[in-house]
């Protein structure tokens, strides 16, 4: 009988590394006088050969075994000493290196004895070998390298005579990165060792003629007497116990030593010059302290740019661990963290510090992968929106896939020139990659803006491939369309169960459950305030608490236990849903995995609609909710306090249009993909109620289903806290003069985000008195006077903008930075005491914030700020320090105010 096997294997494809014996050959390239011979097929001499020559744009000379089916039958030995002997006659070399590959570890060579005939019969007299058994399955590159560098250290640090050398063993570096490693040892006054050294050999000067042996590279006489050096500094933290040479050096022979990483970024660079300032005894130099500072200045001059990348790094452990980490330190998110290598090591040295920054950023993913390809990297690089790849040229794949810009850094460059010269290492080279990190994120705005606005506003229907409004349009260009719309029946099927859509759901007991996992909110409506925390309070927008998108999936479980005629989970806040798109995503995913057949369905007040419009269809959400209140931009700015768009506050008839442009854009799109789309629309008397009509023909225009015209409900501390309502007779003629155009809703309960049951038996109650009372960490807001976003360096009356940071439980969360118009002091001796409509203007923006951090502030403004319950500080410091050192004054009672009062109020 016919059986199939099972015992399955990964598939890896394109993967993200290169052999191991290309990492010896390059450690043999750093030794003066040595030639290495591949023991192998000819095929592998020539792949290494054609990737370093076109990397280093050198010729390169590596001998090959030439292993043929006879030999790999019967044995190799023949081929391997005539390949010596060649080697031998024509180069002359003082050392040979022998890289095995796959073929002939796997037929199991016995090198050392071959290599001991070939010194017996006199093959190669006077010619020291050193063997490194390399097979492409042992690793890759990077083993080999350090494979290659500890066999050289093994078989010829021989000389055990204590001297005042230090030795420094180096990672994969391009030669360039070597002549900066040995300008920094030079500027220490050192007598060192560095191996292996590639400075030379691998970036030749010109010469017109070509000597076949490497002519510079680590003295054999160096080397012997590296047994007996009084330290050794290993650059690189990712070999071990059996590829480090530091580690042979001081179980052999004693000599205590130190490992640094690779000197990429400040803290990188910072490690190798301490270490050189104990080995030496001397202080750093001072153009490395001016230096330093340099990229200080630069990171502050950049961090606007590098902060908006969204980073996949790719390569050998050693380069990817200190560019993660220079990302990291410039703000950019590394999503994605991949080496070819398997290393362990690199999640454990990175995981905590990418996760603190994601949540900063708000990030529900982050991943470090080791012994992975290029599919993957493409595949999570698409999927979750990465803006930027740095990694070497074979990424460039990746690239040409998704349209993803990629910083070329690292070994491979075959598509560009001067790979050699390439110096990433140090503060000058950190500085450089931070430059080409913001360059990027300038020329994907300068380059995309056009076409994405050009696809979000015009490219119709009709288009046979449009790039959908996303906030990534090359990442989802790649998407399959078919895969974007939603299908009519599957919709139809689960409109019929959704008790606000049909009213045949609410006579079959259909059941909805609203969960609170949003509560952020991104524009500012008259008739509402963000204090939703209210347990006894029915209207939308109230909660008795916001969940995480964990505690939402569990109680989601508890309830459909409980509930079983759950049908539909919905998200309507409390705050807005794409305001909190990556809470709301992780709660829809997480559902999805326990229940595929729930219906989803969210609200939104529709302004980042088109940028998230294809994740919503990606996340099965059938049912959309859009809050249009009003389709003139001029009875918008009534409505509407303030739009923050984008990192920016608009207010007025500027914010409506914004607002209404974005949420027609949205409804059309999603409209043409299939999705049920609802318009919640609240009638205010004297503002909107002639206007309704026009809202509801546009609506039915774009191919929406229902509009569901509600009365105001009043709420306290809202600008339309006394407004006159509509009576219900009004509201009623309202909606049957509007049933003339389409379907009206007539039976809405306005129900909280914590809603749960039918909609004429809600038993949300029975859930939150069953749920233990946790209290919640305050939330404290903050508004800091920063010319640079760095340090608080701004006179509060000189400030034209703020930077609005929220402290809660230890975190400094970065919110935006909001503009408040002209500065009301201009430099006269009493701008401290000034009134006027200025200042005002200035403490009204800030008015949501329980403190206001400045360098200075007169006795005026603080008392002003003060009568709101602001609490003015004044420090010169990091605005993360200041933040922090704020919020504890107010936590700890320390300063003498009201703005405690105020905490909850801003969550």
Same mark, same amino acid.
């Given at each position: ?12 494809? *394109? ?8 990492? +010896? ?12 011979? /591949? ?22 000379? /590596? ?23 060649? !080697? ?31 010194? =017996?019969?006199?093959?190669?007299? $006077? ?54 490693? &040995? ?6 006054? !050192? ?6 050294? /590639? ?7 010109? @010469? ?13 006489? @160096? ?91 790719? $390569? ?89 810009? !990629? ?10 020139? $001067? ?17 080409? /990190? ?5 020329? %994907? ?16 229907? @009709? ?12 990442? +989802? ?46 524009? =500012? ?7 939703? @925390? ?6 939308? $927008? ?19 236990? &409980?509930?079983? *005629? ?11 849903? !794409?305001?909190?798109?990556? =809470? ?9 995995? #326990? ?18 419009? *294809? ?74 109620? +002639? ?27 809202? %600008? ?63 508004? #800091? ?59 009204? %923006? ?62």
């Amino acid at each position: 009988m016919k059986t199939t096997n099972r015992n399955y294997t990964n598939l890896t494809v *394109n993967p993200c590394k290169m052999c191991m014996p290309l990492g +010896a050959v390059t450690a043999f390239y750093g030794v003066k006088g040595c030639m290495s011979i /591949i023991h192998g097929s000819q095929g592998c001499s020539t792949y290494i050969r054609r990737h370093m020559a076109t990397h280093y744009n050198e010729p390169i000379d /590596i001998a090959s075994s030439a292993l043929t089916e006879q030999g790999t039958v019967y044995g190799g030995e023949a081929n391997l000493l005539k390949g010596i002997g060649n !080697l031998t006659k024509l180069y002359q070399p003082q050392v040979i290196g022998i890289c095995t590959t796959c073929l002939a570890e796997t037929i199991g060579e016995d090198v050392p004895r071959i290599i001991e005939k070939a010194k =017996q019969e006199g093959i190669a007299p $006077g010619i020291t070998f050193v063997n490194v058994p390399s097979p492409g399955y042992g690793g890759s590159q990077f083993e080999g390298f350090l494979a290659a560098t500890r066999a050289i250290v093994a078989t010829l640090a021989t000389d055990s005579t204590p001297n005042r050398s230090v030795n420094v063993i180096a990672s994969y570096m391009t030669p360039a990165e070597m002549r900066t490693i &040995k300008d920094i040892l030079d500027a220490f006054e !050192l007598d060192y060792t560095l191996l292996p050294d /590639i400075s030379e050999n691998l970036d030749r000067v010109y @010469d017109p003629v070509y000597n076949r042996l490497p002519q510079d590279g680590t003295d054999l006489a @160096d080397i012997r007497r590296m047994a007996g050096a009084r330290f050794t500094l290993e650059i690189g933290v990712f070999s071990n116990e059996r590829n480090s040479a530091a580690e042979y050096l001081h179980e052999t022979f004693g000599i205590p030593y130190k490992k640094v990483p690779l000197p990429i970024g400040l803290r990188g660079t910072d490690a190798l010059l301490e270490a050189l300032s104990e080995i030496s005894g001397k202080p750093i130099p001072e153009k490395y302290r001016r230096a330093r500072g340099r990229y200080l200045d630069a990171m502050v001059d950049a961090h606007k740019y590098t902060g908006e990348a969204r980073v996949v790094v790719f $390569g050998e452990p050693d380069q990817v661990f200190g560019l993660t980490r220079l990302c990291l330190e410039v703000g950019a998110l590394p999503l994605l963290v991949a080496t070819g290598s398997r290393n362990t090591k690199l999640k454990e040295g990175l995981e905590d510090e990418i996760e603190r920054l994601a949540k900063v950023k708000m990030a529900a993913f982050h991943e470090i992968l080791d012994d992975t390809d290029f599919d993957k990297i493409a595949d999570l690089a698409v999927k979750h929106h990465v803006n930027l790849m740095i990694g070497n040229s074979d990424g460039r794949r990746v690239q040409e896939k998704t349209g993803i810009e !990629l910083l070329r850094i690292g070994f491979p460059m075959h598509d560009r020139v $001067g790979g050699q010269r390439q110096v990433s290492i140090g503060y000058e080279g950190s500085l450089q990659v931070m430059d080409g /990190i913001a360059n990027a994120m300038l020329n %994907a705005t300068a380059t995309t803006f056009r076409k994405a606005m050009y696809d979000m506003y015009y490219n119709g229907p @009709d288009k046979k491939q449009p790039t959908t409004p996303t906030a990534a349009p090359a990442a +989802a260009a790649t998407e399959p369309q078919a895969t974007l719309s939603l299908s009519k029946e599957d919709v139809a099927a689960k409109t019929k169960k959704h008790p606000c859509y049909d009213c045949s759901a609410c006579s079959s007991g259909s059941a909805r459950m609203h969960l609170p996992v949003a509560p952020a909110c991104n524009i =500012q409506c008259n008739y509402c305030t963000r204090d939703f @925390d209210c347990p006894n309070e029915s209207r939308p $927008g109230v909660t008795s608490g916001v969940l995480s998108p964990e505690e939402a999936v569990a109680k989601y479980l508890k309830v459909k236990e &409980k509930v079983p *005629n759950l049908s539909v989970v919905g998200i309507a806040g409390p705050g807005d849903v !794409l305001a909190n798109f990556e =809470q709301v995503k992780a709660t829809l995913e997480g559902i999805r995995k #326990v229940d595929p057949d729930v219906t989803f369905c969210v609200s939104t007040n529709g302004l980042m609609l088109p940028f998230y419009a *294809n994740d919503l269809l990606k996340l099965g959400v059938s049912h959309l909710t859009v809050t249009l209140n009003a389709v003139d931009e001029n009875i918008g700015a009534k409505i509407y306090k303030h739009v923050n768009y984008l990192g920016k506050r608009y207010t007025g008839v500027e914010g409506a249009r914004i607002l209404r442009d974005n949420q027609l854009t949205g409804i059309r799109y999603l409209v043409g993909k299939g999705m049920v789309i609802k318009i919640n629309i609240v009638m205010l008397k004297g503002i909107n109620d +002639a206007h309704i009509e026009t809202v509801v023909q546009t609506v039915r225009d774009l191919g929406c289903e229902i509009t569901n015209i509600m009365q105001l409900i009043p709420v306290k501390g809202s %600008a339309f806290e006394d407004m006159e309502l509509v009576s219900n007779k009004e509201l009623m003629e309202k909606r049957k003069a509007c049933s003339v155009i389409m379907k009206q809703m007539y039976h809405c309960k306005q129900c909280r985000a914590d809603a749960i049951g039918t909609l004429d038996n809600d038993v949300s109650i029975q859930f939150r008195e069953e749920e233990e009372k946790k209290e919640e960490p305050k939330r404290l807001r903050f508004a #800091v006077a920063s010319k640079s976003g760095m340090i608080v360096d701004t006179h509060f009356g000189h400030a034209n903008e703020f930077h609005i940071y929220d402290y809660q439980n230890g975190d400094v969360i970065y919110v935006e930075r909001r503009a408040v118009g002209e500065n009301y002091c201009k430099g006269g001796s009493d701008c401290g005491e000034q009134q006027g409509p200025g200042i005002d203007a200035i403490i009204e %923006a800030v008015g949501d914030c329980q403190g206001v951090i400045s360098m200075r502030i007169g006795a005026e403004p603080s008392n002003k700020l003060r009568e709101r319950g602001i609490e003015p500080f004044m420090m010169y410091d990091r605005v993360e320090s200041g933040v922090r050192e704020a919020a504890r004054k107010i936590l700890s009672g320390e300063v003498a105010c009201n703005a405690a009062e105020k905490v909850e109020v801003s969550k």
